[in-house]
Structure formats: C-alpha cells, structure tokens
C-alpha cells in the first residue's frame, strides 16, 4: 500500500503561482511513476503531469506545457507540482497518483494509489 497527501492547494489570483506537493508513505517511492491529474466541477478527471521513477523524464498535458512542472525528491518522498502563469481554467481539485507497473502517464486507470485532493481556485 501507499498513502498520498496533497497539500499547497489555495486561492488566488490569475496570473500567480502556487506549488503543490505530495507526500507518499508506505512502500518504496522511486518504485512508481507519479502523476497529477485534476478534476473541475462537472467535469472528468484529466491528466495533468507525470515524472518517472527516476525523474529524468516528463510528460504534460498541452494546456500546461511551459507553465507547469513537476518534479520528485525521492529521498524525501514527494513529488512536486510548480504552476505559474496560473489562469482560471486551472481550477480544479488536483490529485497525486502513483502507478507500480509500466509507464502510461497519461492513463487514469493504471495508477494504483490516489490521494484525496487539494483545491485550486484560481480568480479572475
């Protein structure tokens, strides 16, 4: 089993940033990819940004290419999510997954453990 726990999540205006992190707990970290997804109101869960187990490759979702990064201390057991430039449409509950097997960062159903989220308001 591993346990995630979002935090950084907040309000604030557009055009700012904000860093979320991911705590994970449980079993080896550098074992799994790491993604984060995100889920607006009446809308699916989406792909966001994912980082190997190693971290030396990424992948990101067009809308957030260039604004966004992600990132992972394995030592620390957390991965990170850097947004800048943020704009209203990024509003959302932001999600950390952690996927054992393989690398599809971008398929929702191959993560094996989720935290429970944290909110990003974006005003404009």
């Known amino acids: 089993q591993v346990q995630l726990v979002e935090s950084g999540g907040g309000l604030l205006q557009a055009g700012g940033s904000l860093r979320l992190s991911c705590a994970a707990s449980?079993?080896?970290?550098?074992?799994?990819?790491m993604g984060w997804f995100r889920q607006a109101p009446g809308k699916e869960r989406e792909f966001v940004a994912a980082?190997?187990?190693?971290?030396?490759?990424?992948d990101y979702t067009d809308s957030v290419k260039g604004r966004f990064t992600i990132s992972r201390d394995n030592p620390k057991n957390t991965v990170y999510l850097q947004m800048n430039s943020l704009k209203p449409e990024d509003t959302a509950v932001y999600y950390c997954?952690?996927?054992?097997?393989?690398?599809?960062?971008?398929?929702?159903?191959?993560?094996?453990?989720w935290g429970q989220g944290t909110q990003v308001t974006v005003s404009s």
């Open positions: 997954a952690a996927q054992q097997t393989g690398y599809y960062p971008r398929t929702l159903n191959k993560y094996d453990y």
């Open positions: 980082i190997t187990r190693s971290g030396r490759s990424t």
């Open positions: 449980g079993r080896t970290f550098s074992n799994y990819v």
